[in-house]
């Protein structure tokens, strides 16, 4: 399972790679004027097999709303049925995660969905190249970055890479190059007071004192052999950019590494850009270097989210708040 202490070590093993279609060519254009009225208002059973731009409008009315669909990427998977429900549960609405009128016409919004964006020179700095999957090896590195400007700007966006190649068929991301990105809006803000994290949903729910729900995210919350600790807990404390302190006897075996290992911070550590920690010893919540797989991929009991979110959250909670873990 998850491990770290309160230097701030913690583990997310992301096991395989994002299984998204290729990149294919999208205009922006299409995504502004896409209307969210042509979306059904129940999932399809059949899973789509390129990103449509409705979708894509949706997720980042869904974001702007403080209703994570995690990782913005054009499919209409869980986590937008999850967002919907939770958008639902902030208005007073029946929360069952169909897109009906009422739920469209709370979510307009004058703003485009996409815009345009100048990359510039700090678009280059921080990175590396490339994330070695062998911890030892990431122990030996300064800093665990982005690995290229797509990668940087993807995730600053809440975009999956794919969508924004996608959305900039052809651009070299060289500075001075205007690309196409999400725009997802500012960060919410606010107090949270109680924190729920959902197993069975996949979920967790920022609550302020009044009881009303501030903000909802995707997360992967343990799993079947590793399950997160279910309860009341309490908020320990926040570190940014923290690094991560590998113990195969109190973590779990990661490659032949049998020693203890001292990784760097970065967006692509283990535990992404930010870690919360809870008062049950060893476990949090925290980022992850791959959003594309928040709630598809298991973790090893801590409570995963995608980097943004994860920072988001951090920045409304304080020590002692409540954590209540729930099958």
């Not at 294919?24 to 009225?37: G, M």
């Not at 789509?48 to 990782?71: E, K, M, N, Y």
């Not at 729920?196 to 052999?225: C, H, M």
Request: charged content about 20%; some cysteine.
């Amino acid at each position: 399972m998850f491990m770290k202490n309160m230097t701030l070590v913690a583990a997310s093993l992301i096991s395989g790679l994002c299984g998204a279609a290729s990149a294919q060519e999208l205009q922006p254009d299409a995504v502004n004027r896409a209307s969210i009225a042509s979306i059904p208002s129940e999932r399809p059973s059949d899973a789509a097999t390129q990103p449509d731009p409705a979708i894509v409008h949706l997720q980042v009315l869904l974001d702007r709303a403080g209703s994570s669909p995690g990782v913005i990427d054009g499919y209409y998977g869980e986590n937008v049925t999850k967002a919907i429900a939770g958008f639902e549960a902030m208005h007073g609405l029946p929360a069952d995660g169909k897109l009906d009128p009422e739920v469209i016409g709370r979510l307009a919004d004058e703003m485009p969905p996409i815009q345009p964006y100048v990359i510039s020179e700090d678009d280059t700095k921080d990175l590396v190249d490339r994330i070695p999957e062998d911890y030892a090896e990431q122990a030996k590195m300064k800093h665990l970055g982005h690995t290229s400007v797509p990668e940087k700007l993807s995730e600053r966006f809440h975009m999956d890479i794919d969508l924004l190649k996608a959305l900039n068929s052809g651009s070299a991301f060289a500075v001075g190059n205007t690309i196409s990105v999400a725009a997802p809006g500012v960060a919410k803000e606010g107090t949270v007071k109680r924190i729920e994290a959902r197993k069975g949903a996949g979920q967790v729910l920022a609550f302020a004192d009044n009881g009303t729900l501030l903000a909802a995210y995707p997360a992967t919350i343990g799993s079947k052999e590793t399950p997160s600790p279910s309860g009341t807990h309490k908020v320990k404390g926040v570190a940014r950019m923290p690094t991560y302190t590998y113990n195969p006897e109190v973590n779990y075996q990661q490659g032949d590494n049998t020693e203890v290992l001292t990784l760097p911070s970065g967006p692509n550590g283990p535990v992404g850009t930010v870690w919360i920690d809870l008062s049950k010893p060893t476990y949090g919540i925290h980022g992850t270097p791959e959003p594309s797989r928040v709630d598809k991929d298991p973790s090893h009991g801590c409570i995963r989210l995608a980097n943004w979110d994860a920072e988001e959250l951090a920045a409304m909670v304080k020590p002692g708040i409540v954590v209540e873990i729930t099958e």
